[in-house]
């Protein structure tokens, strides 16, 4: 088992010092010194260069490749999901988000860098995925937070990233010591007694939770490292909770026989409805009602990557009061999450299950016959779930360029039911294959709700960030959600319609 951290701090510790001020400072961004206009623009360059496709390593460069500038936090000693540049000069503590590949490269058991840091469920993952020796794992707990050793007084509250089980938003605090990493751009704020507030996002899907959250609430956040995969408008898909609770309604639907025609009403205006495609399959329907062969036994399969989109799966199984197969290395994946409602779900038994979990290769019209085939007389028929957040395309006309406020307006009424999930093209009526808008990062609207509720120095974009066409456009993004701060005069929560969502 990976070693715990020493001591998360009472509560009498989690007050910063007293020459903090900077909440009420309107503008005290350490990072527009460091990073003001070209010099930004510079350090980037800086980090293309050290994420080039074609680098070998070689005496000459060191036989690593450089960290960027993004990787380690401004004066700590600390990089986060910084594996694949290696041993970084200075750095004294590895932080590890979440346990998927492309946060995590090149982390494998030759790893002897320095002691890793992370939630309890991505410890036992990478222990048992990547086997990485446990002597430097440590696992910190949620919520509270924990001096971090040898890193001059930095202290971490870890916060449920709402992305793949273990993944973690982390909240760093402390006194900014050294110049760590190998960026050419040094902090003047080394040795200053302010303590400096840094929010790393991982990948996460932002959330009212996330700004409510004590370690996040009313206070001044110097840097935001975003996770802005889906930094566009054109990324507009619902609300997650929405997504699963329609996922879990219409598998209920389809396997008790009962009718799915309330699609009809739902889908008015789409080009496709649920009833126009049923009446277009080989087996004719003449009413718009459509009923579903009640005695034919359905096999509800759900396609997943190696973690995450878990929550669909328990809300299908629960919806149908079944337990939930998959084969036996997924299952060892599964069981490190530490979950024990999806323990207490799991069977080895593929026949005492009619929720499975398979890779999202088999949600493919071949691929799931081939699948179903193998339990021939226990299933006659298949529903299979493809959640990625790719699958939603923006209705006709829709604008590109919107202005803040229209998004904020049209996205806070969007609704998402059973009735607005349809069958692809090659579906047949033996199996049928949804495409699910399901995402684990943040929609567009949710990145902008998450940034207009709390204040902050400086945004830093943490995904596609290779270009400077495709920089540009999130800093004008950033900079339009700046403006909208300011209009606003304070930073008030933008209004939810739960916790979970906006
Ligand atoms: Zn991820």
Redesign the pocket.
Known sequence: MPSKIPRPLSPRHTRLSEDDNSESKPSSNAFAVLMSSHKENDAWKEATVAEDRNFRPTKQNGGRRKAPFYKVLQGMPIAIDAFRYGTIPGVAAYFLT?A?S??YTNLSSNWKSGPIYCSEGTANLIIHMLDVDPKWVHSLPLDVPSVIPNTGGVQVTPIEAN??PG?CLFLFEGPQTVNAGDSVYKSPYIGSSRTFRYLHC??FRASPKHILHPAVKDKRIDHVYLDTTYLDPKYCFPPQPLVISACAELARRIVSGRSVSGQEAHLKGQSRTMTSWLMSQDKAITSSTVEVDASAKVLVVVGTYSI?KERIVKAIAHALNSKVYCDKRKAAILRCQSDPELDALLTSNPLDAVVHVVPLSVITSDRIKEYVDRFKGHFDRAVGFRPTGWTFTQPNGSDTLPSISTILAKSRQRQFTYANLSPTRNSTSTYQLYGVPYS?HSSFFELTCFALSFNWGKMIATVNVGSERSRGRMRRWVEAWEKEKKARLKDAIIPYRTPDYW
């Open positions: 979440h998927h492309d946060h992305h793949c993944s991982g990948d995450g684990e």
